[in-house]
């Protein structure tokens, strides 16, 4: 009897000492795969180059949600996936609910890039100092769009200062729907707080100003040619239902900026991936799907017509809806 207790005993002491043995170690270390920390310089690397765990690092790309998101999400992932085989990393689409949202996770570095409409990226480059580098060309062999002023034909509005006192669609936030005309009717002479300024009326779209004007709820609008040019193609009539009082100057259309904190080894290489697309056979497929024929380079001097329009407007900015100081022309450089 004495010898089983004596043989309880010692398994006893065995199994505590095992077990304080095994509380006394370092527990392993988890390696996050979200890539929100870690340095670009990695996870971008080659894959020859790059250690395992670098390779589950995501570049993840910003996009200001267009109006049908889950086909943008699609358009976006084919070439989502084809920088990622190139650059040897995952890349990871981020589709935020605003250009403010993307302009915070650019400001927190929720993102490493994004691709941005003019205004939001003059406001990228000034407030985070964001830096442009590519913009896609589309099938139509455009890269720029412009902002563009107009009237029903049938409308007895001639020009700009014919404008005074009417009710005029726009798109806030936007260059070619708000910029553009608070900056046209200021060169007329009809700004507000002249007493013969026009009334805005703000809609959701470049899409919804055409349908306001058309419609008669309003007497002018001002939009995108871009999305102008495509509904008035899809229209079974060739007579234009439209008449141009104003049209700016050309303007990148939703580039590729990167962050300011991107090493510049890795946003050249980004800049390469995209402009050599069109060279490879695979890359050719993938912006025939995404719409496009080919990327070529952006430069922060191209977006000085929305700083332009900043400069005229003045006080006006606050019409935009944008919180915050307007965007700085000394953040041109080139």
């Not at 669609?169 to 507000?192: D, E, S």
């Not at 999305?227 to 580039?255: Q, T």
């Amino acid at each position: 009897m004495k010898l089983f207790w004596f043989g309880l005993i010692v398994c006893m002491v065995v199994f505590v000492a095992s077990l304080l043995y095994l509380i006394s170690k370092p527990l392993p270390e988890i390696e996050s795969v979200s890539g929100t920390t870690n340095s670009l310089g990695n996870v971008l690397s080659r894959p020859d180059q790059a250690e395992d765990g670098d390779r589950t690092r995501p570049l993840r790309i910003g996009l200001v949600p267009e109006r049908d998101v889950f086909a943008q999400h699609k358009r976006y992932q084919v070439l989502g996936d084809y920088l990622g085989e190139r650059l040897g990393c995952r890349v990871q689409l981020r589709t935020s609910i605003s250009y403010q949202a993307v302009l915070a996770d650019l400001e927190d570095g929720s993102i490493d890039a994004a691709f941005l409409g003019s205004l939001v990226a003059a406001l990228a480059i000034d407030r985070y100092g964001a830096k442009p580098i590519a913009r896609p060309v589309l099938a139509n062999n455009v890269s720029t769009y412009r902002g563009v002023l107009f009237v029903p034909t049938d409308s007895p509005i001639t020009s700009v200062q014919g404008l005074a006192g009417r009710t005029v669609a726009g798109v806030q936030a936007t260059t070619a729907g708000c910029l553009f005309p608070l900056a046209m009717i200021r060169q007329a002479g009809i700004g507000i707080g002249t007493g013969r300024e026009p009334q805005f009326r703000w809609v959701g779209t470049h899409d919804d100003v055409l349908l306001e004007v058309l419609s008669g709820r309003v007497e002018a609008g001002a939009a995108k040619d871009l999305r102008l040019d495509a509904l008035l193609a899809a229209r079974e009539s060739d007579d234009s239902p439209i008449r141009i009082l104003a049209v700016s100057d050309k303007m990148p259309n939703n580039a590729l900026l990167v962050s300011a904190s991107m090493d510049s080894a890795v946003s050249n290489r980004l800049f390469e991936t995209l402009t050599t697309m069109s060279e490879f056979e695979r890359g050719a497929t993938v912006l025939s799907s995404f719409g496009a024929v080919r990327f070529i380079p952006c430069s922060e001097s191209e977006y000085r017509p929305v700083y332009d329009f900043v400069g005229q407007i003045g006080t006006d900015w606050v019409l935009t809806g944008i919180p915050g100081p307007a965007p700085r022309r000394s953040a041109v450089r080139g």
